[in-house]
């Protein structure tokens, strides 16, 4: 009996041309999220990337990165960061302003999500010019915790957004080079 070969995550993205500007093509991971196995297999792929890390919290970006962020902390009995657009958590926070590929916006992280000792791992849907990244490696060191890795679902390689994590491992299930 042969085993059947690694589950293709590619095959589950879709691209979105136009969207939400023109000359942007986004890269939909809808079909992912919908397909209970590619789901289960990207959060498990995500976990075995980071486990070597020893994290100890999961800061992920609104709204996506939530999705896959439950079940790494649960899988790595991790503790959850939510960092959320500005306005959106109720207790004192930091922020921090970022530009997108089409546009700027915030993130806010409360200022008790972390301590100093703690071991995190940002994760995110999607890594294209790193700035949604990069403002949140600065909101997870403004409570002192160490970053000590960041991963993604999807990665525009040709944008060139790992270079702004300065150095942080960083690890992609889907890379996309042009």
């Known amino acids: ?11 589950y993205l879709r691209d979105v041309p136009d969207f939400p500007k023109p000359g942007i093509v ?6 992912l999220l919908a397909d209970p196995v590619a ?12 486990r070597p890390y020893n994290p100890t919290h999961i800061a992920a970006v609104e709204s996506r990165g939530f999705l896959f962020a439950g079940g790494m ?8 960061i939510p960092l ?8 004192k926070t930091f922020s921090e ?23 995190v791992v940002l994760i995110d849907d999607l890594l294209a010019t790193g700035g949604t990244a990069e403002a949140s490696l600065h909101l997870v060191r403004r409570t002192g915790a160490e970053v000590v890795a960041a991963c993604f679902v ?25």
């Not at 986004?26 to 079909?31: E, V």
């Not at 789901?39 to 980071?50: C, H, K, N, P, Q």
């Not at 200022?111 to 071991?119: K, S, V």
């Not at 150095?167 to 996309?176: A, E, Q």
């Open 1 to 11: 009996m042969t085993s059947a070969p690694p589950l293709d995550l590619s095959n």
């Open 26 to 31: 986004f890269k939909d991971i809808t079909p």
């Open 39 to 50: 789901f289960s297999t990207a959060v498990d792929r995500l976990t075995e990337a980071i």
């Open 73 to 80: 902390c649960e899988r790595l009995q991790a503790s959850f």
């Open 84 to 91: 959320r657009k500005a306005g959106k958590l109720p207790w």
């Open 97 to 119: 302003s970022y530009d997108l590929e089409y546009g700027a916006d915030h993130l806010e992280v409360h200022t008790d999500a972390a301590a100093p000792g703690d071991r």
């Open 154 to 178: 999807v990665e525009l390689d040709f944008l060139g957004g790992r270079k702004r994590l300065h150095g942080i491992p960083v690890h992609s299930l889907i890379s996309i080079a042009d």
